[in-house]
């Protein structure tokens, strides 16, 4: 069965470094979706990316996180300097269309800032 | 409350007894997702109902939807140890193309063997 993959699963990094969170998204989908999880806290949205260019971001993807769809199958979530409270789990999604359709999530990558 | 709110917090029976989890939402939707997240884990698609189902079933999980009452509820009958996790609702509300999920802060289910 088809599933989005992300890599890696675990990820250390410094305070100030710049991160690159990878994904697969299901081939045939056509919308991705980024959304993270602090420890203990709800599952929060932080953007939407279709036709290359992001649909939809909320208030948490500021300046410091960008997205891109580098090639035909990865989708990338940077974030350029980490700070301590970006640590939480990031999860990948993607759904075949835009609306009232099912998302499927990846298993997510746990990034840790010390 | 927030938008999908789940209750219990937390749940706990015993192997072969069923679960009810419930939501609520305060806006209109579009749709509405249960997940399943074992712990520390991803979250895993469990049903999709949309705004003009009252029900729908998917082997041993029942959800239904009552949109008047902004609620919803999640059955899992004759439970397994295996369904031990955090239970999910996530709504869509969003125009258009912008697809985005709400989710609750989930119900963490233990069935003890």
């Known amino acids: 069965e088809p599933e989005v993959t992300q890599t890696p699963s675990h990820q250390v990094t410094q305070m100030g470094q710049e991160v690159i969170l990878r994904c697969v998204p299901i081939s045939n989908h056509l919308y991705f979706y980024w959304y993270r999880q602090i420890l203990g806290q709800k599952v929060e949205f932080l953007v939407s990316f279709y036709n290359n260019e992001i649909s939809e971001k909320s208030e948490i993807f500021d300046d410091q996180f960008s997205v891109e769809r580098p090639d035909g199958s990865n989708f990338t979530l940077k974030i350029r300097s980490t700070k301590l409270e970006d640590s939480a789990m990031y999860f990948c999604a993607s759904s075949r269309t835009g609306g009232n359709t099912e998302a499927f999530f990846g298993q997510g990558t746990r990034l840790t800032v010390v | 409350s927030q938008q999908g709110e789940e209750d219990p917090q937390a749940l706990s029976i015993q192997e072969g007894e069923n679960a009810t989890m419930n939501c609520s939402y305060k806006?209109?939707?579009?749709?509405l997702q249960w997940y399943r997240q074992n712990s520390g884990r991803g979250l895993v698609h469990l049903i999709l109902i949309r705004s003009n189902e009252r029900e729908k079933h998917s082997g041993r999980l029942r959800v239904t939807l009552d949109t008047s009452k902004k609620s919803s509820s999640l059955l899992i009958t004759a439970s397994r140890a295996a369904d031990t996790a955090s239970y999910f609702c996530a709504t869509d509300a969003g125009m258009g193309s912008n697809y985005k999920l709400t989710f609750g802060k989930g119900t963490l289910l233990t069935v003890n063997p």
């Open positions: 806006t209109s939707i579009n749709n």
